[in-house]
């Protein structure tokens, strides 16, 4: 699914997070906010996510071309891994990820044995299989990552949004999920968009990178093109040119 | 050196750790202790002691007196109906205050606590300003036959107005500790506001909700001052146990008055300890809510 | 099956009825009537259910005289008041016009069905020798009396120090204040009722002497066999406590004509035989005579010689009234 993000203004308070920004993000892209913190990138996701929404003035939100920025987060089926990976603790890992399912109105909701073939499917995607009835609590970092990669695609979202998904795991883990996700992208060229402040992180795994900077986007490319044509010196700067 | 340094860490971690010398410190524990054995633990001990200094039958035939048995009923009616609507305003309260940022809030959070400022017979008196028969709503409540005052519903505000503080104030900093990233999880997972409350919201604060309603139930069982002032003490209709324990203990029906008190403090006891647990589980279900760093 | 339910309707609606009486009145009383009206409601309920067919229940409330005649004025639906004092149902009246101004003498005796008067509780074997109210302003003699601001029976006590020493000194007001701002520097605890005086002089052991309701002083020696001793002043006052009809109450609830029935009911032989019993000084002359061993004669002076309840509150008992000027804490 593209994603159009055009004139998004938003303020907390009296101190602006974003300022006019525009995006155009292709179906099937793997792209990465990539900024310090307090950038306003992550307020840009959950703006696209709809769980922040912009403030009034003529920003607008398009998925394939069609004004969802009156629609709920879930309305917009965007699927969001949170930085902290929010896992419901007093459920089980299959409970977790079948949640989606559960609060779906009687007569949308699948069979259980549909639900249960969706999970195994998830699980076994995630390298999770045998772990059902754990809690999140007796999960690894990395395994909770996954849960929280499971859940989010449970319901089949159209986009990916990842807020920091690896940014609370130690090295080794972090590689080996950066490698997980790009794989992940190939197979399903599912559009998806994730925040970091590691450009290492950005430039391995992104087909485009967005650098933002004060509540604005500074540059847009691919890792090649920021990183041989830094737009500004910002870009320079920040990428340690 | 090694024996320097144990030396050295013998000498000063208490000093560096408070600042205090061993004596003075030896001192305050001491007195804290006396003071708790003789002011707390020892009353306590005498309220049993005199409950049964007549003997069991005494105690059980005060339980026999319609008077008494009324008085029990009627605290566990008032608890009844004021703890389940201050633990939804609680709720209410503390969700408003956590998850909006609107005009007044920090006003709301001040208010919150008002009744735990004023003094409980002064709640007491404001009802009676309020809703007595030469207060504001008197004459329009005599003429629809509304009884609020010196009756059960006047009962129950005083209750509900000292009880209030307790279900909010126990989760307010549960809840903005714990943050709302599973509640946005859930929204973006299609959950609506109430699947949120039932699924998420309320399995992760239910010790600190439980902490906060045995605190509310307590202070509804107990509440003498309040409670005093609007009741009219009229036996066998507006008597609580608490004022019971008064009439009994002024109508020389010593054993009998303890008789009651000792129920009080048994609930007290049973309070305190179904209190730290979910003080306990609170304390995990706030440290569950933190991230963990670890792979 | 049919039948069994037809009874147990049956056993539930005449459960119901014992539960619940056809009618209820409330008596809201001051402190020291309690075990006194518990008596007669029995008996007043078990009459007017003979001759009725309906049952009558009679709920209570007692309290500090003045906290009583308040709550009334607030709203607490009382259907009688039987007070320490009439300036009590007066404030009643003044405040609210539940009852007309005249209430007083819509029943015998100023609508008083008992009198009393004021003794002085002593421990046993009087140990500071005190025989009168002179006596109560040595030194080291430490008196319990209630507040007079709250309650009736302090109003009473206070009254009769004073008599006492307006006679004692010819007439000399200045003097009489002097010896009554004596009297209450020799109080320690100022109850606000006259029941928390009495525990405070019996349970809590303060206090070498009580001035206390002579109803109170007997069952002080009731409830503590052998360690109380009455002693009786020279002179005391005659305390009047009035009962009356809250009129506005009993016409709303339709309860006129139970309630009038129970206050006419204090004055007939049979209630003023209990009265006596209780150590209240019935005004039946019959009852008088058969309890006239536990009333010792006393001289007695009337809250007329105060030119009234209305006057006396006013220039004694009313904020920046005379005791707010001579009272003088405690001071050990």
Request: proline share 5%; aromatic share 10%; charged share 20%.
């Amino acid at each position: 699914m593209s994603i159009a993000v055009k004139n998004i203004s938003k303020r907390f308070d009296s101190h602006p997070a974003l300022s006019d920004v525009s995006l155009d993000i292709q179906e099937g892209e793997l792209i990465a906010l990539l900024g310090p913190s307090g950038s306003g990138k992550t307020t840009l996701l959950r703006v696209i996510a709809g769980l922040e929404f912009p403030d009034a003035h003529d920003g607008r939100i398009l998925f394939h071309g069609r004004d969802v920025s009156g629609l709920s987060a879930y309305q917009r089926k965007a699927g969001f891994v949170f930085q902290h990976y929010a896992l419901f603790n007093h459920m089980n890992v299959f409970e977790n990820i079948a949640f989606s399912f559960r609060v779906l109105k009687r007569s949308q909701r699948p069979s259980e044995s549909v639900i249960q073939d969706r999970i195994d499917g998830l699980l076994r995607a995630v390298q999770l299989e045998g772990y059902e009835k754990r809690l999140p609590t007796q999960l690894s970092g990395g395994q909770r990552q996954r849960v929280a990669f499971a859940r989010a695609l449970a319901n089949k979202p159209e986009v990916l949004l990842l807020d920091e998904p690896f940014g609370a795991l130690d090295a080794k883990v972090r590689k080996d999920l950066r490698r997980w996700l790009r794989e992940f992208h190939d197979s399903t060229q599912l559009t998806t968009i994730f925040v970091t402040h590691d450009q290492d992180e950005a430039f391995e795994v992104a087909d485009r990178v967005v650098l933002i900077d004060k509540g604005g986007i500074q540059q847009t490319g691919t890792p090649a093109q920021v990183r041989e044509h830094p737009a500004n010196d910002f870009v320079a700067d920040f990428l340690g040119l | 050196m090694p024996g320097s340094t144990t030396l050295h860490l013998k000498l000063h971690r208490p000093l560096r750790a408070t600042g205090d010398r061993p004596a003075v410190r030896r001192f305050l524990i001491g007195s804290v202790l006396v003071f708790f054995i003789l002011f707390l633990l020892l009353p306590l001990v005498v309220v049993f002691q005199e409950a049964f200094s007549k003997g069991l039958a005494a105690f059980v035939e005060t339980f026999r007196d319609p008077y008494t048995q009324h008085s029990i009923v009627l605290t566990l009616v008032i608890a009844l109906i004021s703890v389940p609507l201050n633990t939804v305003l609680g709720i209410a309260a503390a969700w408003s205050v956590t998850r909006y940022r609107f005009r007044g809030r920090s006003l709301l959070i001040t208010l919150l606590d008002l009744p735990l400022w004023v003094s409980p017979v002064i709640a007491g008196l404001l009802y009676v300003l309020v809703f007595g028969a030469q207060g504001w709503l008197g004459p329009w409540l005599r003429e629809h036959e509304i009884r609020i005052i010196f009756a059960v519903p006047g009962m129950v505000l005083a209750t509900l107005f000292v009880t209030f503080p307790f279900v909010a104030r126990g989760l307010i900093p549960l809840m903005q500790a714990q943050g709302m990233k599973e509640e946005e999880a859930a929204l973006t997972l299609g959950a609506n506001g109430w699947q949120i409350l039932w699924r998420i919201t309320l399995p992760k604060i239910k010790w600190g909700l439980l902490y906060g309603v045995i605190l509310c139930n307590a202070r509804a069982m107990g509440e003498f001052g309040a409670v005093s002032v609007v009741s009219g003490h009229i036996r066998g209709k507006t008597n609580t146990m608490p004022l019971h324990i008064e009439i009994l203990y002024n109508e020389y029906q010593f054993a009998s008055a303890f008789a009651v008190a000792s129920v009080l403090a048994l609930l007290a006891i049973v309070t305190l300890i179904l209190k730290t647990r979910a003080e306990w589980r609170a304390e995990q279900e706030l440290r569950a809510s933190r991230p963990s760093i670890t792979p | 099956m049919k039948n069994i339910r037809t009874l147990a309707a049956i056993a539930a609606l005449t459960g119901a009825t014992v539960l619940h009486a056809n009618q209820s009145i409330l008596n809201v009383s001051y402190d020291p009537t309690r075990e006194l009206y518990s008596e007669l409601n029995k008996n007043f309920a078990k009459q007017w259910a003979l001759k009725n067919g309906s049952s009558l229940a009679i709920d209570q409330s007692h309290g500090g005289s003045g906290k009583q005649s308040r709550s009334v004025v607030d709203g607490l639906e009382a259907d009688v008041v039987t007070l320490a004092l009439a300036y009590d149902i007066d404030a009643i009246a003044d405040q609210s016009g539940l009852l007309p101004k005249d209430w007083q003498s819509r029943l015998p005796d100023n609508s008083s069905p008992y009198t009393s008067t004021i003794v002085f509780v002593v421990r046993k074997g009087n140990p500071k020798g005190v025989k009168d109210w002179g006596d109560l302003v040595k030194d080291g003699v430490k008196v319990i009396t209630p507040n007079p601001k709250t309650s009736g029976g302090a109003r009473w006590n206070y009254l009769a120090a004073y008599a006492y020493a307006l006679r004692q000194n010819g007439g000399d007001e200045k003097k009489a204040k002097e010896f009554v701002s004596k009297l209450y520097s020799n109080v320690p605890v100022l109850d606000t009722g006259a029941r928390g005086s009495t525990i405070t002089f019996t349970e809590r052991r303060l206090g070498d002497v009580f001035l206390s309701w002579e109803n109170e002083a007997h069952l002080i020696q009731k409830q503590y066999p052998g360690q109380y001793e009455i002693v009786a002043p020279s002179l005391s006052i005659l305390a009047e406590p009035p009962v009356a009809l809250v009129d506005k109450v009993v016409d709303r609830k339709g309860t006129r004509e139970v309630a009038q029935a129970y206050l006419e009911f204090l004055y007939t032989p049979e209630a003023q035989d209990i009265i006596g019993r209780h150590f209240y000084r019935p005004r039946n002359a019959a009852a008088a005579a058969k309890h006239a061993g536990h009333f010792p004669k006393i001289d007695l002076v009337t809250i007329e010689d105060f030119g009234g309840w209305r006057k006396a509150q006013k220039e004694h008992f009313n904020d920046g009234g005379t005791f707010d000027r001579i009272y003088k804490p405690y001071r050990p």
